[in-house]
């Protein structure tokens, strides 16, 4: 049985029971039940399902990791966390985050004005802010304002000239907010995201702009105010290495910098980037585990501290993937399988066909577990020369219709006979047993990091799992737009089920969408938020709670700033003028609808 690499992945957050992906949580319900129980509701095309207790679970651990360590290694320092909006800023999300983050004062970073304003309104004091990204003037007096009103607030500045107005607000100020440093470091981190570090990146100060910085910090009073130096080396890192190297350089320029009489500053901000194993296959592509991320850590600033003779740095921490990925979960319902149009049926052979067509049909009728492989090397050879031959005029549109359904047909026989193979050949032919499968949702809104960078997100299919799936997969979503694939990739192979979608129904989740994939989302092709749920699961089952549908077609036109009474007096004055003056009812139930598709009749 295929467990799509749960065990790697899966954080044991899930378990397979009767064939059925099940939340391994409590009562452990299955996905699938849930997934019904909203399409009951009349409500189809795909569903992002959160999990509040994954988010929970995801706190709870990094807090107590570092409880853990701290105690080990007898670390004096402190450990402070703040949650990135940018990951996540949804209120559906965000109110659980704050709501289990309560009692660890478990902060929020800002990166924008509107992050900030939203900080502002979501933070209890003493829980921290860390204000990051470039900052104008205004953005500065909010900073202010939000430490008068209690905030412990840091703003991290990102160059000098965030300095000279953070001196020219505090001339009329006495409630100062702390200011910290982000700090370019010319160790970077390795991987998609790898930009946000390095002597090259778009953020930070070089060691001679820290020098300037602290002279204008102390001409202008402002040293007791300087507290933390903040470094991100990018997001999603696979490889340890390169962090431990920026803990060295970061915790060195720590030292120095009390040293220099910085002496307030005691905290190190490491940024984000703790990573979450996405890969499905035995070749992981994360090093190191979470325990391992947060024990080198505390172990490296603890011996920086004692080789510079320095204290223990409070070290903060901005991971926002870490913690937002796992709760939200996509599911799409597949429409079609697009070889299912070529049925045995369709066939129409003549009288007198090619011999191409005739061996063919025999491959199709005498292919067995034995020499499937070789006959399925001939049937693409057999059909590559068809369609040359249809190029050339030689054969016609019904052969080439033939060719195309025996072709297919042959490829669906042999998926039969793969459980009877020897390994090796099954591998061979398991890749070639490619079916496209057409998902119900856009990759463009729900998986922008795949179409943007090539992520990859565990996918699997939510029932059937004691049937062994054959067919080789490739991804299509319902845009029209060539991009929108996830093609079958060998190296990394996703085998799903043959179904037959007349009767009965077949969806697939993908899993780690929790971060990032929501907020960037595009609505190309005009394919809005699929809608959303939250789900809470007690001893004796599930809730399905906050219901958010996906936009009907009316608001998505209006969204774009079409006028819906402009839209409605158009089309009305169509039909008024028309033969069928009963339009308005039958459009008005359209405009109304989803614009996802409507998954089969049942
Ligand atoms: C994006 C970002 C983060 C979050 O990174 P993750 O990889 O999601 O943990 C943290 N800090 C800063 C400054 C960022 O820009």
Known sequence: MNDYGISIWGDNNFIIKNSKLKIDYKSSPNIIKIVKSIRKKKIYGPLLLRFPHLIEKQIDLIY??????????????????????????????????????????????????????????????????????????????????????Q???????????????????AKNSKTIPNIGIRIRLHNSGEGTWAKSGGINSKFGLNATEIIQAMKFLKSHNLMAKFTMIHFHIGSLLNQIAPLKKALKEAGNIYGELIKMGAENLNSINIGGGLSIEHSQHKNLNQNYTTTEYVNDVVFMLKEIAL???????????ESGRFISAPHGILVTPVLELLSSEFKKSYLQLKAQNPPLIMELHSLYLDINSRNALEYLHDAIDHFESILTLFDLGYVDLIDRSNSEILFNLIFKKASLFVNNLHKRELK????????????????????????????????????????????????????????????????????????????????????LVGAYQDILGMNHNMFAKPTQAIIKIDKKGFKVKNIKKSPKVMKILNDLDYSKKEILNKLYSKIDNSKFPNLKKELNKFLSDSNYLKTTSK
């Open 64 to 149: 107590s990791l570092f409880k853990k360590s701290f105690k080990e290694m007898n670390y004096k320092g402190d450990f402070k966390a703040v949650f990135p909006l940018k990951v996540n800023h949804y209120p559906s999300f965000l109110k659980h985050l704050i709501k289990f983050g309560k009692k660890y004062n478990y902060g929020l970073e800002a990166g924008s004005k509107a992050e900030l304003m939203l900080a502002m309104s979501l933070n209890t004091p003493p829980a921290p802010i860390t204000v990051n990204g470039f900052k104008d003037k205004n953005m500065i007096h909010l900073c202010f304002l939000a430490s008068k009103l």
């Open 151 to 169: 905030h412990d607030v840091t703003i991290i500045i990102e160059g000098i000239s965030e300095l000279q107005s953070i001196i020219e607000i």
């Open 307 to 317: 080789a510079k003779n320095v204290k223990e740095p409070t070290i903060f921490i």
């Open 428 to 511: 061979k032919i398991k890749n070639m047993l490619e079916e496209r499968y057409l998902l119900n949702f856009s990759l463009f809104q729900s998986l922008p990091d795949y179409w943007g960078l090539g992520q990859k997100f565990p996918v699997m299919p939510l029932h059937k799992l004691n049937i062994s799936a054959n067919r080789s997969a490739t991804l299509w979503d319902i845009s029209c737009d060539s991009d929108g694939e996830i093609a079958f990739d060998k190296n990394a192979p996703l085998f799903l089920h043959d179904v037959d979608l007349n009767n009965e129904e077949y969806f697939l989740g993908f899993f």
